[in-house]
């Protein structure tokens, strides 16, 4: 498995083939409307994009920690919140005693080893920062969540201008004249590093 890796390298060439398109039609007074338009919905696919390696990410990560020995798991316990989420979220709903009851199942059933369901840890909402640090714990992956305090900068802002557009908070005009075809260009390439720093951090933890 690349931890969708592929998928994303593919989706980054598809919003680069679209940017070369934008650097012919930008010499136009003509087109300067429908090149903001663009640029605005490209911050919107980067944003997709990053959104589907994320979930690829996570289920490669734990498919990894499934499939490793119960020692190197132990050593890694924040790891067994995949096996454990649901069960353990579902011990604060209802009476007490119905509470006390489930917890009582729960240490039971312990000893007969994890589910054999997992939960992903991610809540499906825009991919921020926050993100990679829950992550960072979950699977105690090496060294810092991104190559650089400038790439965690640059995810945060794209998730903030993603969701500008989506939700229909400001003009699309305006966000897409906020930024270069260049700008967009090297945040496709900041993206990129991100993703190849992501998998090499998860790959030197789970192999």
Not at 112 to 127: E, N
């Amino acid at each position: 498995m690349d931890f969708g890796v592929g998928k994303f390298s593919r989706d980054a060439q598809s919003v680069r083939n679209s940017l070369t398109h934008l650097d012919t039609l930008t010499l136009s007074m003509r087109y300067q409307e429908h090149v903001r338009a663009s640029k605005a919905l490209s911050l919107v696919w980067m944003a997709a994009a990053i959104e589907r390696f994320w979930k690829s990410y996570l289920s490669e990560l734990c498919d990894r920690v499934v499939r490793s020995s119960l020692s190197k798991r132990r050593r890694h316990i924040a790891s067994a919140g995949i096996f454990y989420f649901d069960t353990l979220s579902s011990l604060g709903e209802g009476k007490k005693l119905k509470r006390w009851g489930r917890l009582a199942d729960f240490f039971v059933d312990l000893p007969r080893g994890a589910p054999h369901v997992v939960a992903i840890p991610y809540d499906g909402r825009t991919v921020r920062p926050d993100h990679f640090d829950l992550v960072w714990r979950i699977f105690s992956l090496p060294g810092n969540q991104f190559p650089s305090p400038v790439h965690k900068q640059v995810l945060n802002t794209l998730a903030d201008r993603r969701n500008d557009v989506a939700h229909g908070l400001v003009d699309l005009q305006s966000i897409g004249g906020s930024v270069t075809v260049g700008d967009l260009r090297e945040l496709i390439e900041k993206l990129e590093d991100i993703v190849e720093h992501s998998v090499i951090c998860a790959g030197q933890q789970w192999p």
